[in-house]
């Protein structure tokens, strides 16, 4: 977990192709789904392109139709999931159905002069519905309100791993590969 523009999909993406595990972006699966225009797309888009979150039953429902797909010995690492306390109750529900747990959650700090800067520079490369202005500074409060609490929760259950998320993707991925040691 982390804040809007700390890294989460980029750093996901270094720790399976090392680890050999399943990146699960809930953030990536909506995007798909727009892109292809399903009915999941549609109404994903909505909330999207202006920065809030999707329902929780939605999200969830997506994923555990994914984790379905997913062999139980492969490790998964969810990069924009759970996002609220509810996604985290319902991701443990949906693990223990498969006989499966949460081993860590790893927060990736970045202040947030820092996020805006990055988002609006990702803004000129990528054309992200968004990575608009108004719409980046409503996801950093979305994630205020609705996910920082989860920061709390996770620590209570002794889970969490905080790693700092400055400086370069090499930086930051090999603190990552020491936050999740123990955990392959
Ligand atoms: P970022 O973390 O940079 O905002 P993501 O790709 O993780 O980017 O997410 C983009 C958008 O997808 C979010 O702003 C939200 O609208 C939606 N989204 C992603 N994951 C979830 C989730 N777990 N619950 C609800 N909405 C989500």
Known sequence: MGPPGSGK???AKIVVEQAGWIQLSTGDL????????????RHAATFLDKGEYVPD???VQMVRERMREIPKPTRVLF??????????????ALLTESG?????????????????RRLTERAKSESRSDDDPEVI?????????QTA?????YEKRKLLRRV???????????????????TA
């Open 9 to 11: 999909g980029t750093q």
């Open 30 to 41: 909506f995007r798909l789904h727009a892109r292809i225009g399903s009915e999941l797309g």
């Open 57 to 59: 039953d939605v999200t």
């Open 79 to 92: 990069d924009g999931f759970p996002r609220t306390v509810a996604q985290a109750e319902a991701l443990d």
């Open 100 to 116: 499966r747990t949460v081993g860590a959650v790893v927060l990736l700090d970045v202040p947030r002069d820092e996020l805006t």
């Open 137 to 145: 500074a409503t996801r950093y409060d979305v994630y205020l309100t």
């Open 149 to 153: 609490p989860l920061i709390e929760h």
């Open 164 to 182: 700092d998320g400055r400086g370069s993707r090499e930086k930051v991925g090999s603190r990552m590969k020491k936050a999740l040691g123990g």
